[in-house]
């Protein structure tokens, strides 16, 4: 028998806070439970994609998904988790994000599905713009009590001005009711009974059921569930989801899929165990075996692999997970000078993003640009004539992954897609030199 859909949580690690009764209802009946997702950017990072992987699993075991997007909430900014208030957006903006979102979920959930738990897009703008301040007060901020909102966590440490904390608006303050009126409204429309979300969102989440339960008072079956997972964060510390240089986005004109690829491929033993229940779809045995097989020969990286694989085919296309995963085998070929030139000129720029370059002309070329040139006199690759020279002396210069002397020139047959040389010093100092 299939586990149920907390059973395929739970084992995941992906269960943080549960309601009483949540699980019965949802082993009951089909449910459809939602979740938001914050119009901040038009697209969305890795941290989304914890979210989106929920609500799949929620399909998959026979429930209704709602994805919510926060077009009204997101003009307000929630205080969860935040040290300071964040700055508003405005309609134009938010417009284009929230085409950019749908866009993103699009990819992953199918809203135009004809089975009867299809997934359902939504977006709070639509039923909050023309809630008027008067009857949002009388027919809403009545029911739930200032003491009530204020026994929150988000709301009691945004209050202490404990952590550079510098209080709370009004604004701010009314989100969790905005919120809650989002679980009223899905309840009322579509008989959704339950929310889920990151555990910061807690708070939020049970002002919604009891928002439902007390505007829904005398109805016999006004119940509504919370349900939250656990925030994902490194084996070291540090926050999930950064690289370098930034978000990890879903798209991939934000994040090549080369560094996708890279940033999953790179994760560390601890958490690669982790990732592996959270970010992908694999069965249990077949995870426990990964691990086992893992944990026997770790230098084989057998977990990073497969992660990388799962994740990178199920966010971009497994014809986008070949391609990086060709890439970063050319890095490491012994034929690196010939299997380079089957890379298009697009992940040719992706794989040495961030690498040092200069520019020389073909005029430079016409009779051969001669190694010192190359390394230090026209490229200031490094500081000097005689660095380069001794460089060249000691055997530790390549052009393409070929070792050279200093009677080497480069000539038009070194470039790799008509305008680009890779020189190396050693094994760490790459730089690229580009005709123009």
């Known amino acids: 028998m299939a586990n149920t ?28 439970a939602y979740i938001g997702f914050d119009p901040t950017s038009d697209s969305l990072h890795i941290g989304s994609l914890v979210p989106i992987i929920i ?34 957006l405005d309609e134009v903006a938010l417009a284009h994000n929230v085409a950019g979102i749908k866009s993103v979920l699009s990819r992953f959930l199918d809203f135009n599905s004809s089975n009867k738990n299809a997934p359902v897009l939504v977006n709070n703008y639509d039923w909050m713009k023309n809630f008027s301040f008067i009857d949002f007060a009388r027919d809403v901020g009545k029911r739930i009590t200032v003491n009530y909102m204020m026994a929150k966590d988000s709301v009691k440490k945004r209050l202490s001005g404990d952590e550079g904390n510098v209080g709370m608006s009004f604004t701010e303050f009314t989100y969790q009711l905005i919120q809650g009126y989002d679980f009223h409204h899905l309840y009322k429309t579509m008989g959704c009974k339950l929310q889920m979300g990151g555990s910061d969102q807690w708070g939020n989440i049970t002002t919604g059921t009891e928002l439902v339960r007390r505007m829904h008072d005398g109805e016999d079956q006004a119940k509504a569930f919370a349900m939250t997972c656990p925030l994902i964060t490194k084996a070291d510390g540090s ?87 060709k890439a970063s085998e050319i890095l490491f070929s012994k034929n690196f000078n010939e299997d380079i030139r089957t890379l298009d000129e697009n992940l040719f720029l992706d794989v040495f993003e961030g690498v040092a370059q200069a520019e020389v002309t ?41 070792k050279v002397k200093e009677d080497y020139k480069i000539t038009a047959n070194d470039l790799i897609h008509d305008k680009y040389v890779v020189l190396n010093k050693g094994k760490k100092n790459t730089y690229i030199l580009k005709v123009v």
């Open 55 to 88: 609500l799949v699993h929620l399909e998959k075991a026979g429930h209704k998904p709602v994805a919510l997007i926060g077009g009204a909430t997101g003009m307000i900014g929630d205080p969860s988790g935040k040290s300071d208030e964040r700055n508003l």
């Open 362 to 402: 073909k005029a430079d070329l016409a009779e051969g640009l001669d190694m010192i040139a190359a390394l230090a006199d026209k490229t200031n690759f490094l500081k000097s004539n005689s660095d380069a020279r001794r460089a060249l002396k000691e055997n530790a210069v390549s052009v393409n992954k070929d």
């Open 239 to 325: 926050k999930f989801g950064k690289s370098e240089g930034g978000n990890v986005w879903l798209d991939a004109d934000k994040t090549s899929v080369y560094k996708f690829y890279q940033f999953w491929l790179n994760t560390t033993d601890d958490d690669a165990e982790k990732y592996v229940k959270i970010f992908t779809f694999l069965d249990k045995e077949t995870i426990e075996a990964l691990i086992t097989e893992h944990k026997e020969t770790p230098h084989l990286r057998i977990l990073q692999k497969r992660l990388t694989k799962e994740v990178t085919t199920f966010v971009h296309s497994e014809a986008d997970f070949l391609n990086a995963e």
């Open 5 to 32: 859909f907390v059973e395929e949580l739970r084992w995941r690690g992906m269960l943080h806070d549960i309601m009483p009764g949540t699980e019965e209802q949802l082993n009951k009946e089909m449910t459809a």
